[in-house]
């Protein structure tokens, strides 16, 4: 059993700030710079790293790897399958993010084919978790989910089994399943869809976790601490609208510690919804 | 005639907000995050894709287009292409944003070819209409336009007859045209081409206008309220600088109202200047 | 004997303003839009190419270049050539980035390229001077630096001998050395490093100031102000992280001038260390 709570989440943050993981990211336009300013105020180091000449070379130096397939093309799918693999071969955790899965026939290829490879852990929105198990009615508008997260679980326990994945569905609730278990996270705000790839740079914070962390445990806190983050921060945005949100998570990130994990996220644990 | 007030401006982000539209976006890096967080903010789905194998099929799901030159190269002018050509097929309103149009032969041929093929909606700075309508002596420095919007009129009026678009040219005053017609609207702030990509993000924010509304009012309504929303979000500046212009307007887009639109923008029809 | 004070740079400062030059950047997707606002607040017209089919056209026009090589893939390594070779058949002055050279053997294999085709001032981090002059033991974690720039200061002059270039390192203290002379300059924040792209957009901070002077006072004028900017950004942080540091930077730049340049930063020529 995978017993965590906030105070695990919070000395894994401890550990993540000393060990300074290296996480290399092969991630979307929309998300790169999102995702290391978030990545930097967490205590990690990212790179942003894509090139089919040195990606294999780059996971090789890396702690941690992440996998956003948020905008496709053909080269960059070619050194994403390059990638997966060499960290697996070099027994280096890495996350998939399907963005966008169900959206086109392209995009759900693409994700299908990498959700073989063998990820450390998958994080989509529950549409995308849904298209991927291959459920049917996975509906969704673009990139963003129409289904709540819980609709998705039966999805996240099949696509769990089917890849040996731990599967992380976020939304208003965050769950975290690896076939046997499910653990549910609480946290977040409403402001954070208004605010584009925060959910780009939760994969990416999760793969800094994966790098002292177990796959399962590493998810739990990544979701703890973001979701945490991601509330204080929205109250800092003072009921202005979303614009400050991406600075706010990021400072939310640098001074987060236990008493704001306690102060705005919940952990529960073998959760059956 | 095309009668459009702030009132109805007012009635079209409201329709926006409620229909929350997907806009595809094949827009340049630069402007990728900002036109994103524009859209979420104004109350609309965004999606960046661009990928030759998916563009046709995104088109298929979204309400409307936006196709933006910024940052060129081969394969995306393919893709442009293709899904203007499918956008048309299925009846769906695009918006070109011909950036730099002029600066290099390549771009200047990459921007005619595009208006070619029948965009509902073509919005640029002076230099870039003057340039697109083949006027002689477009000026210009990089995507920076070195004439005022007024100069450009006559081209937009050419430019719109030649295509069957409706043209907007923006600057310190804004005018839309459609080849009979001619509105001018004010609004904005002297900050705003201190930040980047924010005439893209317009063009991304006409494009979600365009869903909800016939060309000609989603073009006017567009600029309306974006130029109320950027002024509201200059003064919010305190006068420290652009720097937090992008979340500032971020924010007075998600709380843009008519009150906001009477402060800060007027539209005048029937301008002959 | 390049005798340069804060006098001088806040001169250059000025003439940059006046002379509002074009800057064109090649540079990576993480740093694109924190460069372009960057150089808008500070005075500078940015634009962003990188198609092969049109950066030389785009060099003719611009008033100086920036070449960083953050995120490589193969087109674009041949778009930097032309682009370089072009700026120096116009006798324009170009800045090379060599962003983390020494991580992979692509990447410090396209930096060495790169710097044999005459850069006029060529700025990294310690590890990345290290690696690119040929020194045995450059560290580097991705990235990000793991040597001080003190530790640098033997392979930039050596750089700057073989390549003819003006040679910045950057960190903590900031040198800047053209094979025979050395100025320190001090300034910045340790909050700087915890935001990603600041190191990219300081280069095509120096590209803009080599439009308005020689090589060697261009690039100490921009590390002095982009320094000074800096640490006053950073105080503006009020200790909060460094979520809102790109904003603030922008803002300093946007008000910089002799005051805040005596404030924060310190010039010490003929540096020895």
Request: glycine content about 10%; aromatic content about 4%.
């Amino acid at each position: 059993m995978n017993i965590i709570d906030l105070n695990d989440a919070s000395r894994a943050l401890s550990d993540l700030r000393t060990a300074r993981p290296l996480v290399h990211n092969i991630t979307n336009y929309v998300a790169m710079t999102l995702s290391a300013n978030v990545l930097l105020a967490l205590g990690a180091s990212p790179a942003m790293v894509h090139a089919v000449e040195e990606v294999e070379d780059f996971v090789s130096i890396s702690s941690s790897l992440v996998i956003n397939i948020g905008t496709l093309s053909p080269r960059w799918v070619e050194a994403m399958g390059l990638a997966a693999r060499k960290a697996n071969s070099l027994g280096k955790p890495w996350v998939l993010d399907p963005v966008g899965c169900g959206a086109t026939p392209y995009r759900t290829n693409v994700a299908a084919s990498l959700a073989t490879l063998r990820p450390t852990i998958i994080r989509g929105n529950a549409s995308e978790i849904m298209s991927l198990a291959g459920a049917a009615g996975a509906g969704g508008q673009g990139v963003d989910s129409t289904a709540a997260s819980a609709q998705a679980l039966d999805s996240a326990r099949a696509l769990a089994k089917k890849t040996g994945a731990v599967v992380a569905v976020t939304g208003e609730v965050d769950y975290v399943c690896d076939g046997h278990e499910t653990v549910g996270i609480t946290g977040g705000d409403a402001l954070m869809p208004l605010s584009t790839a925060l959910g780009c740079a939760l994969s990416a914070v999760t793969a800094a976790f994966a790098a002292v962390r177990a796959p399962f445990a590493a998810t739990v806190a990544a979701l703890a601490v973001y979701g945490a983050a991601g509330r204080e921060a929205a109250l800092r945005c003072n009921g202005n609208g979303p614009g400050h949100l991406p600075a706010e998570l990021c400072d939310a990130l640098h001074g987060a510690d236990l008493a704001m994990l306690e102060r705005h996220a919940a952990i529960r644990a073998s959760v059956t919804a």
